[in-house]
């Protein structure tokens, strides 16, 4: 007997280890290899940004295949530092819009003007500005390469927060005042998970935007300053502006490899699990799966590492803050109206200012002619916006309810749909140049079609998102009641999706006017087509550094965009609101 404890008692620390559940299993080793990697690769692409500016010129970008894998890294890492800064800003400005009808008068409108603003106006007068703040160091140009990203996701997740929270349903809002939670516990136990699913799908869209626009925060050319990043966007430039195809493939190769790891490695496991946030009164039938988020379940010592954050977490949960309340007396409520008309009064004085500004800017070498052209192009503009956002719809509703009703479907879509989402326009630059050339064909017509891949990855993913959203109860009750055809999109679906749809066609029009800046003037080698378009304008514009032109073309812009929204996505924004809730 003795003899057969021995082996036991020469390692007494290692038996307590086992005992105490303590010694890591093989998920922890799995989730360690995964964030040492994570870190490794995130130390090296931090040490590469402050590297000096000069280092550029002397090392411009190859188009070696071989450079591929650091280009890549250092791509990601841009546009993962955007989606923090994006994450960010929908918390604090999405949420504040919803809770303070004030503040809502102003963001709500500024997000409409901001999201029509091309990422090339944006370029156009923060160049300077962040050079300047880290002179001789490439860290600047780090800050506009991610800057001009987080303007192509930061809009659209906005959007999706601000309709999630504005459609909490209001017997769950009931309950949760019912048993005493606090403003800050209603928003995390109630209002930000019901937000999560729909969240999480705009946040992959907006990872597939930011690609888009790739080139362009990457091979930055404003006026007389060029500046080309290493990365995947400035190789596609590369490849385009020398003619080569192989380059090219290389390019979308390295693209599809990078949206399948970040897929399986970030998104995947988002996805599952927000999707016990879904509401519903009856068990789902089918449940997306991860790999990732089963090994970061089933650790040991990684939970363990965890648990000081985790009651971090449970201490702030206990917070009972709550907004000031309103005495609901006759002179409050007149004090309140004031203070309401005083604020709108000031809102109006700035934009009044803002608006005389740019005027008094502009007319010291605009003349007429120009605002003619301007106008001219955007209705132009518009016209194509508009046809191809019902196109859009017509063909993508029914694909995304058809996807996201089917979970385990939907997970094999995902990374498919996330690489068709992050399909830069830039690579059909010369099937489209070739083509119009070679036949003649009209470029106000034949370039619209690249528009497209600016405007149906936000109405596809904004539905699959609502559709996948949709209550497993009001399913069953379809069914029982027989619901077919016509009458269960009528009575069931459409109502389901239908905020998902507005967010998504909302953000698709503010992703058609930005795509309208690459689509409507395209260049393969030393060739070029343009179409008639604000697009184009701006577009030229930028490149010939005239600012004056270029303010104007993004002032003409933001103006029909924020009427465009203000006569069709606003009224449906609010009737989904009053009648479309899950109540």
Not at 114 to 131: A, C, E
Not at 445 to 453: G, K
């Amino acid at each position: 007997m003795k003899s057969a404890l021995r082996p036991r008692s020469q390692f007494p620390l290692l038996a307590a280890l086992a005992r105490a559940r303590v010694w890591p299993n093989v998920y922890d080793l799995i989730a360690f290899a995964l964030l040492i990697a994570a870190a490794a690769l995130l130390a090296h692409g931090a040490a590469a940004a402050r590297d000096p500016l000069a280092l550029l010129s002397q090392h411009p970008v190859s188009l070696d295949p071989s450079h591929l894998p650091e280009y890549a890294l250092r791509t990601t890492l841009r546009m993962f530092a955007a989606m923090l800064a994006s994450l960010l800003f929908t918390f604090l400005i999405a949420t504040w819009a919803a809770k303070s009808r004030r503040a809502e008068r102003i963001i709500v409108p500024a997000l409409d003007i901001l999201q029509s603003v091309p990422v090339l106006g944006f370029l156009s007068f923060t160049v300077t500005f962040f050079l300047g703040l880290f002179p001789g160091r490439q860290l600047g140009a780090e800050c506009v390469a991610v800057f001009a990203i987080f303007t192509s996701q930061a809009w659209n997740m906005a959007f999706s927060f601000y309709q999630s929270l504005r459609t909490v349903p209001r017997d769950l809002d009931e309950v949760s005042r019912g048993f005493g939670l606090s403003a800050w516990q209603r928003f995390w136990r109630l209002e930000a998970p019901f937000a999560a699913p729909g969240l999480v799908w705009n946040m992959m869209m907006s990872m597939s935007g930011g690609w888009f626009f790739v080139v362009a925060s990457e091979a930055i050319t404003v006026g007389d300053t060029t500046v080309e990043l290493p990365g995947i966007g400035s190789y596609l430039a590369t490849a385009i502006a020398l003619k080569n195809f192989a380059a090219v493939g290389w390019a979308v190769a390295a693209m599809a490899v990078l949206i399948a790891l970040y897929d399986q490695l970030l998104f995947r496991p988002i996805v599952a699990w927000a999707d016990k946030f879904r509401v519903e009164t009856t068990a789902g039938q089918q449940r997306p799966r991860s790999w990732v988020y089963e090994v970061a379940r089933r650790t040991r010592l990684v939970k363990r590492a965890l648990r000081p954050l985790a009651w971090l977490w449970q201490r702030a949960m206990r917070l009972r803050w709550h907004p000031r309340a309103v005495a609901a007396a006759p002179s409050a409520a007149r004090a309140t109206n004031w203070i309401d008309r005083l604020w709108l009064a000031v809102v109006l004085a700035i934009a009044v200012w803002g608006a005389w500004y740019a005027f008094d800017y502009g007319r010291q070498t605009l003349n007429g002619s120009d605002v003619a052209q301007a106008f001219g192009g955007a209705l132009a503009t518009l016209l194509r916006v508009a046809v191809l956002i019902a196109i859009a719809s017509l063909i993508w509703v029914p694909v995304g309810v058809w996807i996201g009703l089917r979970p385990r479907l939907a997970a094999r879509v995902q990374p498919l749909a996330q690489f068709l989402a992050a399909f830069p326009a830039n690579v059909l630059f010369p099937v489209a140049v070739i083509a119009i050339v070679s036949t003649g064909a009209n470029p106000d017509i034949w370039l619209s079609p690249l528009m497209v891949l600016g405007t149906q990855w936000y109405i596809l993913f904004n539905v699959i998102a609502g559709a996948s959203a949709f209550p497993t109860d009001l399913r069953e009750a379809s069914s029982v009641y027989r619901l077919r055809s016509w009458t269960w999109w009528r009575r069931a679906i459409l109502p389901g999706i239908f905020p998902y749809y507005v967010t998504g066609a909302l953000t698709a029009s503010g992703g058609s006017w930005n795509a309208s800046i690459v689509a409507e003037l395209v260049h393969w080698g030393d060739q070029r087509v343009q179409a008639h378009g604000l697009g184009a304008y701006i577009a030229r514009a930028t490149e010939a550094g005239d600012f004056h032109r270029v303010m104007l073309g993004v002032a003409v812009m933001s103006l029909f965009v924020t009427l465009f929204n203000r006569a069709v996505w606003r009224p449906m924004y609010v009737y989904a609101e009053r009648r479309l809730r899950l109540d």
